[in-house]
């Protein structure tokens, strides 16, 4: 993918944010234990991939782990204790921890801060998750801001210059203003409309990418279009991330179909999609989110029907909607204890039942 193909190697090359990159090097530089760095900011503005330029640029090692590896985290923060026998230098990486606030995850990412020998990161795209409010005492907020439509413009230009294929400023100028300051997406785009072109005109992405469309939309096209362009367009502009588009799929597939093999193919493509979403989200291989996106917009080849269908959201959206304030203020209490007590968040919560029935 173009996205891989064309990230930055040296800090030079990092756009955008650079009173951001000032304050990572300079947190790394005077880094002392039990202090960490929170960057924040919308998806695709390069808050992971400045952190592993700069750790490559100044040779030092990084370890990165996602937010939802709560195993891995513990792992990393027995390692953590102790300085490397040889010297060797090192950053720790905790990716997307606003996603994970509700599953013991904050109190083992304060207990690694508080005990790290090196200087740890975190990234969010919100910083001020209530669920993130304990965890915020122990950070310096480090804010990254949306990239100007003028850099990625310049960006594109660069990308396809690379790739051999002639792209008109107007159209290059177009894919920047849609992007809404995100790099990632840009350059996205851009490789849907180079692909096997050699030159791409303004006139040729009109309509390309209408960003927001609803995602009662999206589900339709998805599943009533019976073209493949026609879906990962739809999926591609929908207001929705490919995560919650995935759950609306499988919420609906029983609304939308009623004969049995139909029913069935659709779960055994979704059972498939969801291996490749399992490879994203777990083993952080992102790479597989083109495959994903793929295997979800194949459901639209089932069949044709043009019948009206009533789309439902996702059960699991709205328990989780229904219990958000509840679950937050659990966060909260969970963790204020776990400091008290010396142990972690988790085990707060195994622990908490058995006491209303001794209280009972």
Not at 1 to 25: F, T
Not at 178 to 197: E, V
Not at 213 to 232: C, D, G, Q, R, Y
């Amino acid at each position: 993918m173009l996205v891989s193909r064309h990230k930055p190697k040296k800090i030079g090359e990092i756009i955008g944010n650079a009173a951001a990159l000032e304050g990572i090097m300079n947190y790394i530089k005077t880094f002392k234990t039990g202090k960490a760095i929170l960057l924040y900011g919308a998806p695709g503005i390069g808050k992971t991939i400045i952190s592993q330029v700069i750790s490559t640029n100044n040779k030092i090692n990084i370890t990165e782990v996602h937010a939802s590896e709560l195993e891995e985290i513990k792992k990393i923060k027995s390692s953590s204790m102790m300085m490397s026998l040889f010297g060797g230098k090192r950053i720790i990486l905790v990716d997307e921890i606003d996603n994970y606030t509700d599953r013991g995850t904050v109190a083992e990412i304060i207990s690694l801060i508080k005990t790290s020998k090196f200087p740890v990161i975190l990234t969010a795209n919100d910083a001020y998750d209530k669920g993130l409010r304990t965890l915020r005492t122990y950070c310096d907020l480090i804010p990254f801001r949306r990239i100007g439509t003028l850099s990625i413009a310049k960006k594109l230009k660069d990308v396809s210059a690379k790739e051999g294929v002639e792209v008109s400023e107007d159209a290059i100028k177009s894919i920047a203003e849609s992007s809404g300051g995100d790099l990632r997406a840009a350059i996205n785009d851009l490789q849907i409309l180079i692909t096997k072109r050699k030159k791409v005109t303004k006139s040729e992405i009109i309509g390309f990418r209408e960003r927001g469309i609803n995602v009662f939309e999206a589900i339709k096209v998805i599943f009533k279009s019976n073209e493949m362009k026609e879906a990962l367009k739809a999926i591609d502009s929908c207001d929705k991330d490919l995560e919650e588009i995935f759950w609306w799929v499988e919420q609906n597939i029983t609304n939308e179909y009623k004969k049995p093999e139909d029913i069935a193919l659709a779960y055994d493509i979704l059972s498939k999609a969801d291996i490749f979403r399992e490879k994203v989200f777990i083993g952080k291989n992102y790479r597989m989110l083109l495959y994903m996106k793929n295997t979800l917009a194949s459901i639209t080849l089932i069949r044709k029907d043009h019948s009206y269908t009533a789309y439902k959201p996702p059960d699991r959206m709205i328990i989780l909607g229904k219990t958000k304030t509840e679950r937050a203020e659990d966060n909260e209490t969970q963790g204020a204890l776990a400091q008290q007590l010396h142990c972690s968040k988790r085990c707060i919560k195994n622990q908490l039942p058995y006491l209303d029935v001794i209280l009972k």
